[in-house]
């Protein structure tokens, strides 16, 4: 399933960030501190200019040498001005806390979502990009409920407040100066689609940024090996100039409309204000009530002009919630029935494809298998060989169902995968793939990744049956080393080692091995080769071989070619019948000799 960025709603707005709502409101107690403590800013931001219109109206008034009249009403204000100090500090506090923690439960919520989507979701879509969403796109949202949505708040209600006041000082030129900033809505309605649009492309050219980087980041060494430094700094200046041409055109877009707000506001206060002038002049206006409106006109157009900037802000966050929430509500393509049947007990380990047609999402114009048909009995030994693409990964693939096949079905136990749950089916299965993977962390959490609840003596043991016990304990900190991005503290036989004896710690049934010694030298592989065959007596096992010398031993050798199997047998019996597996033998053993 392809996250489906080029369909997106065209008509899209700030009511995408809904999804950022339902997270934010899980916390209602700290919302209404915020809230409360937001009323309570804005309304001592409002009564600012009111206090200095009783100063100048009451307190000049009181006479000359009348300090203590003067002094009251200053006191008031410094009371004011120590409520709007706390309130504003307590709205601080808990906006930005509800912001950190949203984004905190959103990040965990993607992240959870993204665990249950088959391989399949990770193929047709950049993984590189993924991050991007789970990194850059939370960090807009993060500012927009932290910052930007206590600001759109408390200005709201602030324009609010200093409407009331200014039509209760004076009705006539309230009226006029309302007027004035109704004209604001138009460019708002009109140049915030284009922001809104122009916004949501910035963020899909910064995840372009993000993939580049991380792909290029993940290849160093090919990519210098190979003296490509210079072509990779090209595709890197290529993606960063998309994201900053298309940050011009927002920022234009954003700049002509806060202008456009900005001179409709103020040009409209100053023509209020001269009539106002006109009033004191003569008499029918106090100079307290004039002082009062202009600080309230001014207030209010900030206001207004904030409401503008925010406005681009939250049409940005939206853009980013729509991007979060595709990945929140993607739906996995394997997933467990509503009634899952249970695996038969005690487990076997018995393998069985009936007719099986397999394309995977990205290359449906090819078949990875065709009509495959194969059964592997409990505690059998089975080698698949066969060139490159002939389908051997896919059994696997299957046979753990990451994916399902489009015809025919495979069965576990007798069970059908498509019937069973998932995590039931990987429970029966140990897997050593060919490229191994170490995770960042210590040495210990990558063995017990395969039983996290093994005890020391099975980690110890697990290694000693894979040969890595000698380098492990050699490890500075022993188990609890850490291996580095990628095991890059290991090499890559001990990396190798490292997965065998995480896939002995799985005590599974069902032996999955993709090549488990092929990154191992000769005295190493014997080792591990002779505590393979030892586990493998009482396992199923199905073994990946391309170096056929690793298979002589096996009980039945599948030939496969093209996603079909086209010889079977033993080494002796495939190698006196002169078909493919006899020409591949040929071809290894005669370089081997050479």
């Avoid at 080029?6 to 008509?11: L, S």
């Avoid at 009323?39 to 009181?62: H, M, N, R």
């Avoid at 995590?423 to 063995?447: G, K």
């Avoid at 069902?510 to 010694?517: F, G, M, N, Q």
Wanted: proline share 4%; glycine share 8%.
């Amino acid at each position: 399933m392809t996250i489906p960025t080029a369909n997106r709603p065209k008509g899209r707005s700030v009511r995408n960030l809904r999804m950022v709502w339902s997270f934010a409101l899980g916390y209602p107690l700290h919302i209404a501190i915020a809230g409360l403590a937001l009323i309570v800013a804005a309304g001592a931001t409002s009564g600012v200019p009111y206090a200095f219109k009783l100063i100048i109206d009451k307190g000049f008034a009181s006479g000359a040498g009348d300090s203590n009249g003067i002094a009251r009403w200053f006191q008031y204000l410094l009371v004011l001005v120590g409520v709007l100090s706390i309130a504003t500090a307590v709205r601080y506090f808990f906006v930005s806390w509800i912001g950190e923690r949203t984004v905190a439960d959103i990040r965990l919520a993607v992240h959870r979502n993204l665990l249950r989507l088959s391989p399949g979701f990770f193929e047709e879509n950049r993984p590189a990009e993924i991050t991007s969403r789970i990194t850059v796109d939370t960090t807009i949202i993060e500012q927009v409920v932290g910052t930007t949505v206590s600001v759109a708040l408390r200005n709201a209600i602030l324009a609010i407040a200093c409407v009331v006041i200014l039509f209760a000082l004076a009705p006539k030129l309230a009226l006029s100066i309302l007027g004035g900033t109704l004209l604001v809505v138009l460019p708002i309605a009109v140049l915030g689609r284009l922001v809104r649009t122009i916004s949501t492309r910035s963020q899909d050219r910064i995840a372009d940024v993000g993939t580049v980087t991380s792909e290029v980041l993940g290849a160093m060494k090919i990519v210098q090996a190979f003296n490509q430094q210079g072509r990779e700094a090209s595709r890197f200046t290529d993606a960063v100039e998309r994201v900053f041409s298309t940050a011009k055109r927002r920022i234009l877009v954003r700049a002509l409309m806060t202008a456009i707000v900005i001179f409709l506001i103020f040009g409209a206060i100053t023509l209020v204000i001269w009539e106002g002038a006109i009033e004191v002049s003569s008499g029918r206006m106090t100079g307290g009530t004039i002082a009062a409106f202009v600080l309230y006109g001014g207030l209010l157009a900030g206001a207004f002009g904030n409401l503008t900037e925010v406005y681009g802000d939250l049409l940005r966050a939206a853009g980013a919630s729509e991007r979060l929430s595709e990945l929140l509500h993607a739906e996995p393509d394997i997933r467990a029935p509503a009634q899952p049947t249970r695996l038969p007990e005690p487990p076997q380990g018995a393998l069985e494809f009936e007719h099986v047609t397999f394309h995977y999402p990205t290359r449906r114009e090819t078949s990875a298998l065709e009509d495959l048909s194969l059964s592997v009995r409990p505690r059998e030994r089975l080698a698949l060989v066969g060139p490159s693409g002939a389908g051997k990964t896919t059994i696997f693939q299957l046979a753990e169902r990451f994916y399902d096949p489009q015809h025919g079905r495979v069965l576990l136990d007798g069970i059908d995968l498509r019937h069973a749950d998932p995590a039931d089916i990987r429970e029966r299965i140990a897997m050593v793939p060919q490229d191994t993977v170490i995770f960042a962390a210590s040495a210990r959490d990558n063995l017990r990744y395969g039983n996290w609840n093994a005890s020391e003596d099975e980690l110890w043991q697990a290694a000693r049956d894979a040969n890595a016990e000698e380098f492990l304990r050699a490890l500075p900190e022993g188990l609890d080393t850490f291996m580095g991005e990628g095991g890059a503290r290991l090499s890559g036989g001990q990396r190798q080692r490292i997965a065998i004896a995480r896939a002995l710690l799985r005590n599974a049934p069902l032996l999955l091995l993709d090549e488990a010694t092929s990154a191992l030298d000769a005295e190493s592989e014997r080792l591990v080769q002779d505590a393979l065959d030892r586990l493998m007596a009482d396992r199923t096992t199905i073994v990946i071989a391309h170096r056929l010398a690793t298979v002589r031993a096996a009980d039945r050798i599948v030939v496969m070619d093209g996603g079909r199997i086209v010889e079977e047998g033993t080494h002796a019996s495939l190698s006196a019948r002169g078909g493919l597996y006899a020409r591949l033998a040929r071809l290894q053993f005669e370089d081997r000799a050479a």
